[in-house]
Every structure is written in C-alpha cells, then in structure tokens.
C-alpha cells in the first residue's frame, strides 16, 4: 500500500485527527443535513417548531451518515472492491491509514451515539421512532454488508431517496409537530432527488471499476450515457416540483429562493455531461452543497414568508 504524499512529493504521516477527518468524509455530511433544514423549515412554517426535536434528528441523520461512510469504507475494502486504483478520494481502510478495526470500533461507536439521541426521541414522540431508527441503521449498514449488499445491487439511489429524502424530511417534520402533511412529503422528494444525485454521480465515476468488481449498480447496468441523464433528471425536479407548489399557491413566493441555488445545479450537471473519472469527484461534493444551499435557501424563504 502506498503511503499519502504530501504537496512537496514526500511521504507523509497523517495525524490520527486527520485520518478519522478523512474516514468519516465531511463533503458528505450536508447530504444528511439538507432533509432536516428542510423538514424543519416545514415545520418552522406550520408553527409546530421545536428546537430540542431539530437538533436531535439533524445529529442522529449526522450519524448514520458518518456510520454508514465508515461501513462502506472498511466492507468495500473487505470485498475487494476498493483497490489502488481507485477513483475516489482516498478510503482509510484501503489505503492501510486505519486498519479493519479501528474503523469498525468507529462505525460503532457513531450508531451508539445515535441510538442514545434516539432514546430522547422516542420519550419525545413514541414508540415507533426505534422501529424508524432500527431500520436506517439496518440499510446503512446492509449498503455495502452482509448477505446481499444493497449498493453492489442496483438499490443504492433507492436506499439513499427513501432515507435521506422522505425520511429525513418527514421524520423530521414529525417528531417535532406530532404529524405529517402533503407539503413534507413534496419536499422530501425534491431533496431526496437531489441526495440521490450524489450517489448517481459517484457510481457514474466509479462505472469501470464496479463493473470489474461485479458491483451491480444502475450506472453499470445502463452505461455512462443513460446514467448523466438519470443525473440530469434528478437535479431538474426539485426545482420544477417547487416551482409548481407555488404556482399551486402551497406555499409562498418566498419558497422561490432556492432558485438561486440553480447556477449550483446547472455547473455540476454540465460537469457530469462532459467529464468522467476522477474529474467528477468535484460534482460529487458540489452536488452535496448545492443540496445543502437548496434547503438552507427554502428555510430562508420559510421564515422570511412568515416575518
């Protein structure tokens, strides 16, 4: 295994800070916090904000993501699917920065972490926040583990959509209101299209190498080409979904803000169209902000429309 190189060409030994920095992949983590932004933005808007709720599920969503980052990183390499070669920014496990166990301990202790947040949850909204919490941890962990990994089969944008989109935004709409609404559930697929992007950009850099590591995912059962348009079409629907919910008079002019996170959204799908490989490790943590800036903008609007 090679060892890091520094800026000058030398060799270099990366603290212990930075290399658990590298292993939880911060360019990642707005993914896990635009669901909540927005979920609580909703709820800011109907009145039923509470602060103690909000910061429980933006620190539980922060997690699982950490957890599941920490998951991929050390069963990929388990799997044989990381190798040298490999496209993406370094993973600590691979790269022999951290061994097996360590990373394991670490992914363990941030689902110990949650599941103590989740206890306060569950006191603040009942029973079935465990059973919600239960089963994210069940497919952050079964992404890349365990009998049938769900990313080397084709169900990684299902996963993502499902619990970084509706989840987050709804889960967070509910256990700090008691209920849930048509509006939640718009805007959990509009952020939910735009998490998915992320992951559908990473598999479109990753197609070649998947494919030889028998990974199954979208991009390498429908090629490069259909796998941009999928992108293409995942950075569109957020803001025709809201365009139209305003245009329907849901919610007010003031939602139009994220629109200004368009340029965003528009750069990195140009990028997608006409990069590939290691230039589009760029689009993948751009992507993540452009979520993060569309739902911070939506909140904006939110409290602006009710000053």
Not at 104 to 123: E, P, S
Not at 232 to 239: A, E, N, Q, S
Not at 262 to 269: C, F, K, R, V
Request: proline share 5%; net charge positive; charged share 15%.
């Amino acid at each position: 295994m090679s060892s890091p190189v520094a800026p000058d060409g030398n060799p270099e030994s990366p603290s212990t800070l930075h290399r658990w920095w590298l292993a939880i992949r911060p360019k990642t983590l707005p993914a896990a916090a635009a669901g909540v932004i927005v979920g609580t933005a909703l709820a800011w808007r109907d009145g039923g904000f509470s602060l103690g709720p909000a910061l429980a599920a933006l620190g539980v969503a922060l997690l699982l993501q950490i957890a599941s980052n920490l998951a991929n990183d050390v069963y990929d390499d388990e799997r044989g699917a990381d190798t040298a070669d490999r496209l993406g920014p370094v993973r600590v496990t691979q790269s022999g920065l951290l061994t097996r166990d360590q990373v394991k301990r670490g992914m363990k202790t941030a689902l110990a972490l949650a599941l103590a947040i989740g206890i306060y949850l569950t006191f603040v909204r009942g029973v079935l926040v465990p059973v919600i919490g239960a089963t994210a941890v069940v497919v952050a962990l079964a992404y890349t583990a365990g009998p049938y990994p769900l990313g080397y089969h084709g169900l990684g944008e299902v996963c993502v959509f499902l619990f970084f989109g509706l989840t987050a935004v709804v889960g967070t709409y509910w256990v700090q209101t008691g209920t849930t609404s048509v509006l939640a559930w718009l805007m959990a697929m509009a952020i939910g299209a735009l998490i998915t992007a992320i992951i559908v950009v990473n598999n479109l850099r990753d197609v070649e190498q998947d494919r030889a590591a028998n990974k199954r995912t979208i991009a390498v059962r429908v090629g490069a080409r259909a796998t941009t348009f999928e992108y293409g079409t995942l950075m569109t629907l957020p803001y025709a979904l809201l365009t139209i919910i305003v245009v329907l008079h849901a919610l007010p002019l003031a939602a139009l803000l994220t629109w200004l996170s368009l340029p965003l959204a528009l750069q990195e799908t140009r990028r997608v169209f006409t990069q590939s490989g290691r230039a589009l490790n760029a689009a993948l943590a751009e992507t993540g902000q452009t979520a993060l800036v569309y739902s911070v903008l939506f909140a904006v609007g939110m409290v602006l429309a009710r000053a």
